[in-house]
């Protein structure tokens, strides 16, 4: 009888329980929930967009965490692993996370891991595409491409996911939807920007739905 009361005052006391508690949408019981590494509202609805029908997507906001995750690695891969094992090693959740970088050629692959800072630590978009197409210039090769990695951590193993697409660097921003490098990014095989082709037609080609895709069917195939 004792010991079936420490059992219950261990469970509820335990801080773990409290923070799956306190959520309305418990991620213990579903398998069709997983918690996403982010704040970020505009990734958020992108990959909520691409699950919808398959998996509900937590936000870190809905699992009450506001840490200042750190993302001090050289690589997009490292930045991504460092998110992922930060959310799994506090909640014991499966969770994924992901790190975006644009890499232009003619600029031996920057802004790349340093995208959201290439103009300082404000994570201004405006003041990132001012300094890309300043450091530019008039050069002819404007080839540029998004690169995406996800890491998901499911079960205790760790997996990684790779979407990418290639294009080239506007010579001066266009359009208005979107975020980030959107303005100066032109698909290849299209002759808008990211920012002009709106969020429906970017969601079924851009570099975050292609890693997207990737880990849906994983996931798909393995639960
Ligand atoms: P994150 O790792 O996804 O936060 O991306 C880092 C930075 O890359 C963002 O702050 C943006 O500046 C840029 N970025 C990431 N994804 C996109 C995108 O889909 N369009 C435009 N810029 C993006």
Do not use: W
Request: with cysteine; net charge neutral.
């Amino acid at each position: 009888m004792f010991l079936k009361h420490l059992q219950y005052l261990f469970f509820v006391y335990n801080p773990k329980f409290i923070i799956f508690a306190n959520q309305r949408k418990s991620i213990i019981y579903s398998m069709k929930k997983i918690v996403f590494a982010t704040n970020n509202s505009h990734k958020l609805s992108e990959v909520r967009a691409i699950l919808a029908p398959c998996y509900e997507i937590i936000s870190l906001a809905e699992l009450n965490c506001f840490d200042d995750i750190p993302e001090t690695a050289l690589t997009l891969e490292g930045n991504a692993l460092l998110k992922a094992n930060y959310i799994h090693d506090k909640y014991s959740c499966d969770c994924f996370a992901d790190d975006t970088g644009l890499e232009v050629e003619a600029l031996n692959g920057e802004p790349g891991v340093y995208s959201a800072r290439y103009a300082g630590d404000a994570n201004d978009a405006k003041a990132n595409m001012q300094k890309l197409l300043t450091n530019l210039g008039n050069n002819s090769n404007r080839k540029a491409c998004f690169r995406t990695v996800i890491t998901l951590i499911i079960n205790g193993e760790t997996k990684y996911f790779e979407g990418k697409i290639d294009g080239e660097i506007a010579k001066t921003p266009s359009g208005t939807v979107g975020f980030g490098y959107d303005p100066i990014f032109i698909p290849t095989g299209y002759n808008q920007s990211f920012a002009e082709l709106g969020s429906n037609e970017k969601n079924k080609i851009s570099h975050r739905a292609l890693a997207v895709k990737k880990l849906v069917e994983y996931l798909k195939s393995n639960q």
